[in-house]
Nanobody, 125 residues
Framework: VQLQASGGGLVQAGGSLRLSCVVSRRIYSSTAIGWFRQAPGKEREFVAAISWSGGSTDYADSVKGRFTISRDNAKNTVYLQMNSLKREDTAVYYC???????????????????WGQGTLVTVSS
């Protein structure tokens, strides 16, 4: 398994969760990591991404100012800190990886080669 996502759960609106994506050490160092999500009945969409160096990040407009993506190289793990959660954040969250040293991380699903299994986030009102 190249990526393992975890940290999902049930949280009230306004609350916080932190998702983790453990990346295989074999591929971690040269990979950009993205988070995507798929809500019931909807297509999967981009949430956030971080470049291989950690020097560049990108966010969907819907989560800017509320979510923060970061990486811990010592643990080969990428985090998605989610604050001020809303009901519309309810979805299965997937982390994905691509081996690239682009300065900016990609935002399109088709650009990612490895996918984790997904972790469910449910936000209640």
């Amino acid at each position: 398994v190249q990526l393992q996502a975890s940290g999902g759960g049930l949280v009230q609106a306004g609350g916080s969760l932190r998702l983790s994506c453990v990346v295989s050490r074999r591929i971690y160092s040269s990979t950009a990591i993205g988070w995507f999500r798929q809500a019931p009945g909807k297509e999967r969409e981009f949430v956030a991404a971080i470049s291989w160096s950690g020097g560049s990040t990108d966010y969907a407009d819907s989560v800017k100012g509320r979510f923060t993506i970061s990486r811990d190289n010592a643990k080969n793990t990428v985090y998605l800190q989610m604050n001020s959660l809303k009901r519309e954040d309810t979805a299965v969250y997937y982390c994905a990886a691509v081996r690239t040293r682009w300065s900016r991380p990609p935002k399109l699903e088709k650009d990612y080669d490895y996918w984790g299994q997904g972790t469910l986030v449910t936000v209640s009102s």
